[in-house]
């Protein structure tokens, strides 16, 4: 009888603490990030930093508050990319099949491994064995028929542990697991819970079409994850973490003016790598070198994230003028991390932050009232107006693909309309299964000579171009 593919999800938990206790010896009580007065954020966090409080993701000066006793040191990222593609390297030992979700987050399809390992505890073993081995840091190991339910599976395993959730008991090893497991945004959470939904269960149990029609279409995979169901398939082609341009400058510089020279152009090197790549970059980190040598860095978000060249140098710049230039500069490193597919969850953007300065209170007031009497309908989400439809297009690219010229009929008695793309400003991959209707498209956000942006997308099944409508000319 043939065996049906599994899923195999391997989480290094907390992994930049489990490096630096490794190499330093530190105590149970200290925060990766920086330093308080820093203005960056947290890391990742000791056991004893995180049960007073602190958070990865939390600003390094609350957590000072949080945990004042704590020791704060610098992010050391060359380490914990090499812990990473140390185990990156053993599970390859195994199978081409790895996708990367994070950092020490992998996932892997156990379709060629069986044959090898007929048994799943003793494949799962030997993948955690030789990820241990190589890395010489502690693991979880989950396994299951589909990605959500393998990704909790790990989160529960004991340190150094399996745990295997058998084929067709998705639904009811989910069951019991709180609302909080799953991707979904805080009012919604809230909603959820004001009705009595307080389990994957209890929301699973609802009828799927009900879901969908109070919360939005988005709604429907956030039904499917909890009933056990998730079309997402092991992605074996994801992006590395990070991309760095690294140069040595001999002589050494000294003059400001050909330091930012050589920054844009580690920018425009970065830029072009993740542009094949179809990837995006959230973060990145600028590092100086002089004689001595002594290294300055300094890191900062990318929002949105960006594969663009002009983004990345302006960034990079503004982050090179914040530190203390040495007389003489030996070399120049420019990073970015960490990377994404280069578009995931596109969706209407929000009409506010969630700041908490006095304007987004006022507004958020001002559309209760209207709400209130006017109806709930008063004000429509982007989600729920009808999208106009795709227009084929001719396109003609260049060597690499990229669009350089588009061109479409615009009707009977009217003129063929043409026009030279200027800019490319973002550029994304997406695939989906979504059973009967599964979708590989290339996209391009971009901007004609006449300063018109525009979606177009190429569909990768036939080969065919399409302008997206709500960006007709």
Not at 152 to 165: F, K, R, T, W, Y
Request: glycine share 8%; with cysteine; hydrophobic share 45%.
């Amino acid at each position: 009888m043939k065996q049906t593919s599994r899923i195999v999800h391997l989480v290094v938990p907390h992994l930049p603490v489990q490096v630096e206790v490794r190499r330093s010896q530190l105590q149970n009580r200290f925060v990766v990030g920086g330093r308080p007065w820093d203005p960056g954020v947290v890391l990742d966090a000791a056991e004893l930093a995180r049960q007073a409080g602190v958070e990865p993701g939390m600003p390094l000066a609350r957590a000072a508050l949080r945990c004042p006793e704590a020791l704060f040191i610098p992010a050391d990222y060359p380490a914990y990319l090499d812990a990473h593609s140390a185990i990156e390297a053993a599970l390859r030992a195994f199978t081409e099949r790895v996708e990367t979700a994070d950092l020490g987050r992998f996932y892997l399809q156990t379709a060629q491994l069986q044959r090898a390992h007929p048994q799943e505890d003793a494949l799962a073993r030997a993948l955690m064995a030789l990820a241990r081995q190589q890395s010489g840091l502690d693991l979880q190991v989950g396994l299951a028929s589909e990605r959500f339910t393998a990704e909790q599976a790990a989160q529960m395993a004991e340190l150094n542990g399996v745990l295997i959730v058998p084929p067709r008991s998705g639904r009811s090893f989910l069951a019991p697991l709180p609302l909080s497991v799953l991707p979904i945004d805080p009012e919604m959470h809230r909603r959820l819970i004001m009705v009595g939904v307080r389990t994957l269960g209890d929301l699973a149990a609802l009828p799927r079409l009900s879901v969908i029609r109070q919360f939005g279409a988005q709604a429907g995979l956030i039904h499917d994850l909890a009933a056990g169901a998730d079309p997402r398939p092991v992605q074996p082609n994801a992006p590395p973490l990070a991309l760095t341009q690294h140069v040595d400058f001999e002589p050494p510089i000294v003059d400001s003016l050909q330091l930012a020279y050589a920054v844009e152009v580690l920018a425009g090197d970065l830029a072009d790598e993740l542009g094949d790549r179809r990837a995006q970059a959230q973060g990145v980190r600028v590092a100086l070198t002089d004689l001595v040598p002594v290294c300055q860095s300094a890191s900062g978000v990318l929002e949105p994230p960006t594969a663009g060249k002009r983004r990345l140098a302006r960034r990079a710049l503004a982050l090179m003028n914040t530190l203390s230039l040495p007389a003489e500069i030996q070399a120049l490193t420019l990073v970015v991390y960490p990377l994404r597919p280069a578009h995931l969850g596109a969706g209407q953007l929000a009409l506010f932050s969630a700041s908490r300065d006095a304007r987004a209170a006022r507004l958020r007031e001002a559309l209760r009232r209207i709400r209130q009497r006017f109806g709930p309908d008063s004000i429509v989400s982007g989600g729920a107006l009808r999208c106009p439809e795709a227009q084929a297009i001719e396109v003609e690219t260049d060597r690499r693909g990229v669009p350089r010229r588009l061109g479409w009929d615009r009707g009977p008695g009217r003129q063929p309309q043409a026009c030279a793309v200027s800019t490319i400003y973002e550029h994304w991959q997406e695939r989906t299964g979504w059973w009967a209707h599964p979708r590989c498209r290339d996209y391009y956000r971009l901007e004609d000579r006449q300063g018109r942006v525009r979606v177009v997308y190429q569909d990768l099944v036939d080969g065919s171009w399409w302008l997206e409508g709500w960006y007709e000319g």
